[in-house]
């Protein structure tokens, strides 16, 4: 992918608010994003597209669904980086996400914060 082109975007989270705020946050920041409501909606999303970066949050259909996913899609997208929310952010958890290279956040996400993050990763695709 070109570094020009706009960065991709999947956010996946079960809760519709979550993915409403996002989805407009991001677009309105000028990535083209895409939505996923469970971790089953995450990997056909994967499988039938090409994001650069992965928002998932830990606690989809059950606890630690997200984090499966997250593990999954580093293994079998190693270029696209994964991004891990939880309001419930622990050392096994981020050890778990680090392990496999993704990265791991504390909800509420600051806003700020995550345009920034997302920023640094672009630039680096």
């Known amino acids: 992918m070109d570094a020009a082109s706009p960065t991709r975007v999947l956010v996946v989270d079960d809760e519709p608010a979550l ?9 309105k920041s000028g990535y083209i994003v895409t939505v996923a409501q469970s971790a ?12 650069d970066i992965m928002l998932c949050d830990l606690g989809l259909e059950m606890p630690m669904a997200g984090l499966e996913v997250v593990e999954w899609a580093c293994r079998e997208f190693p270029a696209m980086r994964s991004i891990l ?7 096994p958890v ?22 920034e993050l997302l920023h640094d990763l672009s630039a680096r695709r």
């Not at 993915?19 to 677009?27: E, F, G, P, T, V």
């Not at 981020?94 to 345009?115: E, F």
């Open 19 to 27: 993915l409403l705020s996002y989805s407009a946050i991001l677009q």
């Open 40 to 51: 089953a909606a995450a990997r056909s999303a994967l499988a039938s597209a090409c994001f």
């Open 85 to 91: 929310m939880t309001g419930f952010l622990d050392d």
């Open 94 to 115: 981020a050890d778990r996400a680090s392990a496999v290279g993704a990265l791991a956040l504390s909800k509420p996400i600051q806003v700020r914060a995550l345009l």
